[in-house]
């Protein structure tokens, strides 16, 4: 039986979790640990997930940490004796003494076709961006981001319907599929690698709830919905100013068909936007039409 440990804080390690548990392809894999954000650390993070419901449901063994180099995570991985670290959706840097810690690798999960996407906020920037074609990639973990040998990928792709939420959706099951075909001999030591074309590497930067913000006249409706749709919930929201208030955008779509409880916004190329679901900062989300109503806005200006 290979031992796993999983350092993961959102939903694809969820799903990794409850895959290691209950699937009968994993059934040789122990996992013997999980090390977690704690609650106040993860304070900010969009996408958090403590995993404390699926710790009663399994009896899981969970340590909770500020900073995963710190001494005392570090000890609690070796005494989990990993053949195998698997980290997801974690932003904080390994130290060299946590990769050499399992007997055979530590193997990242990136939310992106690697060489393609490396870098932070990668599901975000690919919607931001119009991509259509996308992926899930297993590699080995090294000192500097996002390079090592590629162990595993999944493809899918992202369509107009989707926003950042249902994306992550598709990359937990890409990740599932994955552990479900690989981890087994991955833990036996059988780790076939294929090195990244650099040549077509591509890097995101790092995103920050300021850069949610949007005037409709600025950009097409098309950007608009994917730069509104890269930040939807639980992300912070993409939002317009109004009166000195932010107002989020949390759902929008592309149509002519306008319906009664929405609201249509002319953007910067003279198409409309359909606003959905919209919430000014301190009150409670509604409508798009009810918002409209109530507030008086030029549609042009905003």
């Not at 999983?6 to 999980?34: F, P």
């Not at 997930?49 to 969970?62: E, H, R, T």
């Not at 055979?104 to 996407?117: F, M």
Request: proline share 5%; aromatic share 10%; charged share 25%.
């Amino acid at each position: 039986m290979g031992n796993v440990v999983l350092i993961a804080c959102t939903n694809v390690g969820r799903s990794m979790i409850e895959a290691i548990m209950n699937d009968s392809s994993l059934k040789d894999v122990h996992l013997t640990g999980i090390v977690n954000l704690k609650p106040e650390t993860a304070t900010g993070k969009a996408n958090y997930d403590s995993y404390v419901d699926l710790a009663g449901k399994y009896g899981l063994n969970i340590y909770y940490c500020e900073n995963v180099n710190e001494p005392s995570c570090v000890s609690f991985l070796k005494e989990c004796r990993p053949d195998i670290i698997i980290q997801s959706g974690w932003s904080q840097k390994f130290r060299q003494e946590i990769l050499d810690i399992p007997t055979y690798a530590c193997i990242g999960e990136h939310p992106a076709p690697l060489p393609k996407g490396r870098g932070a906020a990668c599901v975000n920037w690919a919607i931001l961006t119009g991509e259509h074609e996308w992926g899930d990639t297993f590699f080995q973990m090294e000192m500097q981001y996002d390079t090592g040998l590629i162990y595993a990928q999944e493809f899918f792709n992202i369509e107009l319907y989707d926003d950042v939420k249902t994306v992550y959706d598709k990359v937990a099951l890409c990740a599932v599929r994955t552990i479900r075909k690989h981890l087994p001999a991955w833990t036996a030591g059988k780790l076939d690698g294929v090195r990244q074309d650099d040549t077509k590497a591509t890097h995101y930067p790092r995103r920050r709830p300021t850069d949610g913000e949007f005037a409709f006249a600025d950009k097409p409706a098309l950007e608009l919905y994917n730069f509104i749709r890269a930040q939807a919930k639980p992300y912070p929201g993409a939002y317009f100013i109004h009166k000195g208030k932010k107002v989020y955008v949390w759902q929008a779509r592309l149509s002519d068909d306008l319906r009664p409880e929405e609201h249509a916004v002319i953007c910067g190329d003279g198409k409309s936007l359909i606003l959905c679901r919209v919430q000014q900062e301190g009150e409670p989300e509604m409508w798009a039409a009810d918002y409209f109503a109530g507030h008086d806005i030029n549609q042009r200006a905003v």
